[in-house]
């Protein structure tokens, strides 16, 4: 059973910066693109960023581009997110998910398609 654990959330003043951290542990996700997602109060579910295996091929909604940053370690089977001029709007709760294969931007922002969910890390962001 493929268990994701995110931590880095927390509380950051507009401008500020915070890094979130996945890591995967209990099944074969090392192969697969890894991706965040988030979820504002009252809002649905919406894609951040995805990242192919080899770290070389990466998507950003466009409302984070620029700003954040994808990344991930496969020696140590984990996708970060480096989040640098954060915005009151960056509100919310991440999530990090793996477990499908890489392919076209159409697919990869879809949450449906990810089968292995971490439990969330929440981001507020105010001053």
């Known amino acids: 059973q493929v268990q994701l654990v995110e931590s880095g959330g927390g509380l950051a003043q507009p401008g500020g910066s915070l890094t979130l951290s996945c890591a995967a542990s209990g099944g074969a996700v090392s192969a697969d693109a890894m991706g965040w997602f988030r979820q504002a109060p009252g809002k649905e579910r919406e894609f951040v960023a995805s990242i192919s295996w080899s770290g070389n091929n990466q998507y950003y909604t466009d409302f984070v581009k620029g700003r954040f940053t994808i990344s991930r370690d496969n020696a140590k089977i984990s996708v970060y997110l480096q989040m640098n001029s954060l915005k009151p709007e960056d509100t919310a709760v991440y999530y990090c998910?793996?477990?499908?294969?890489?392919?076209?931007?159409?697919?990869?922002?879809?949450?449906?398609?990810?089968?292995?969910w971490g439990q969330g890390t929440q981001v507020t962001v105010s001053s």
């Open positions: 998910a793996a477990g499908r294969p890489w392919g076209s931007r159409d697919t990869m922002t879809r949450g449906t398609g990810y089968p292995y």
